[in-house]
């Protein structure tokens, strides 16, 4: 039960987020939800069995977790707000987390866990923000294009 409950709450937290974004996000916050909730679909299908896990490289989600950067990269280039940034530099720093475990095999397994999966906890607070602060720009100023040409 104390595995599940922490995967419930991440669940949860995800659907909420997600949810939030469809019904008052723009462009871009839908795009970043659907993105998000892609990833962590993927990555729960195909992760490691819990005896391993976080025990190495974990070269999966690490593909998952490379490709999510390179799309987020692309919504932060197109969107015309500022935190898609934000989230892909968290994105960002966990790629670096994988990286830094396949240079460090002897890094304690705790540490590679604790740096994959608290910062996509701060990624859904960021969404959730960004979503909050274009719905009130939008019902103070009206519509905003949501991307850049």
Known sequence: MQVVTPLLIFVGLLLAACLFAWWRGGGPERAVAALFLIAWLVSFLIHSPASIHYHGVEVQTMIVDTLLLIALLAISRRANRAWP?????????????????????????????VMVVSWPLIQLIVLTAGTAFHWRRTAINGAEPSWTN
């Open 85 to 113: 940034v934000v989230a892909t530099s968290f994105q960002a720093l966990i790629v670096l987390a994988h990286l830094a475990r396949g240079i460090n095999p002897f890094q304690f397994p705790y540490v590679y866990m």
